[in-house]
């Protein structure tokens, strides 16, 4: 997809999408930094660790084409809970903040809801995964 690509009947500049190359090592997005855009791989892979900078870092996914990453940031308005760092050349078509927000509101108030939903739990899990010193066995994860 590039910038003449968009699915967006609007003129609007921020309705573009802006492709992006990373380097191997580069940080797609930083835990506890706020996200400016969130990113379709094009092409490459990105490793997303959580804890980095902590006693217990976790590798918690490997994404690559068609995976979105910085969504959540942009979805609930707080920080990054993860970095994502390239692991391989990538590139990504980057969307940014505004058009992001512009077409989550376009959405169903409902699914809209659900999403949040969907969000929060993310989110909860990831602050359970850092409390704990042992790996997290996702599949036999429940709330406390």
Known sequence: MSDDDSDDDSDD????????????????????????AAYVIMRGKVEIRIG???????????????????EMALFDGRA???SAIAVDTTVVNAMSREEFR??????DPV????????????????DDLMQSDNE?????????
């Open 80 to 82: 990054h809970m993860a």
């Open 52 to 70: 980095r900078l902590s006693k217990n870092p976790q590798l918690l996914a490997t994404r690559g084409p068609g995976d979105v990453i910085g």
């Open 111 to 126: 699914m809209r809801g659900i999403m949040r939903l969907m969000v929060n739990r993310v989110r909860e899990m990831a």
């Open 136 to 144: 997290v066995n996702w599949a036999n994860w429940r709330r406390k």
């Open 102 to 107: 512009r077409r989550i509101e376009e959405m």
């Open 13 to 36: 500049d921020d309705a573009k999408f802006t492709r992006l190359t990373f380097q191997i090592g580069d940080f797609l997005t930083k835990e506890g930094e706020f996200g400016n």
